[in-house]
């Protein structure tokens, strides 16, 4: 499979700040070790992270026809972000949104996802783990 990793606002910052929420694991080695999960699973797997809700929309338009399943945390958009919703519908690739923390323990805004109705699923609190899970439902149901 051919796996498309997003991540949205302030994970960039992944292992440098709040480590009690985030884990102290930094973007980079996630993104190694994800990709290193890909390979040994016969796939691969391209990562793209940013700060702007416009370049993300990008990068999900651009997906199309090139990968087989998007794993998409959208950070902060996740709570009101329609523009990455309609982004998201706009392509016919599934998608499963991943949230390292559990949003539910957190504050109230954060329980609300925009996003969310245009995946598969969500998974929440397991840490980064989740993003392998999402690619793990992938590879296992092919869908
Ligand atoms: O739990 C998650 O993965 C979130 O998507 C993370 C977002 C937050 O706005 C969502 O409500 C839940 C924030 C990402 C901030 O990432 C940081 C990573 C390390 C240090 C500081 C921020």
Do not use: W
Not at 4 to 32: F, K
């Amino acid at each position: 499979m051919k796996f498309l990793i997003l991540n949205g606002p302030n994970l960039n910052l992944l292992g440098q700040r709040e480590p009690g929420v985030y884990g102290d694991e930094s973007y980079d080695t996630l993104c190694a070790s994800l990709s290193d999960f890909a390979a040994a699973h016969a796939s691969t797997a391209d990562f793209f992270q940013s700060n702007h809700e416009g370049a993300l929309i990008d990068r999900i338009h651009t997906a199309q026809g090139v990968y087989d399943a998007i794993v998409i945390n959208p950070g902060a958009f996740t709570h009101y972000s329609y523009a990455l919703l309609d982004a998201l519908k706009a392509v016919s690739i599934p998608a499963i949104e991943v949230h390292i923390s559990n949003v539910h323990r957190r504050e109230e805004f954060r329980h609300k996802s925009v996003t969310a109705p245009a995946c598969v699923g969500q998974i929440c609190g397991l840490g980064l783990y989740g993003y392998r899970a999402a690619m793990s439902y992938f590879l296992e149901t092919g869908k």
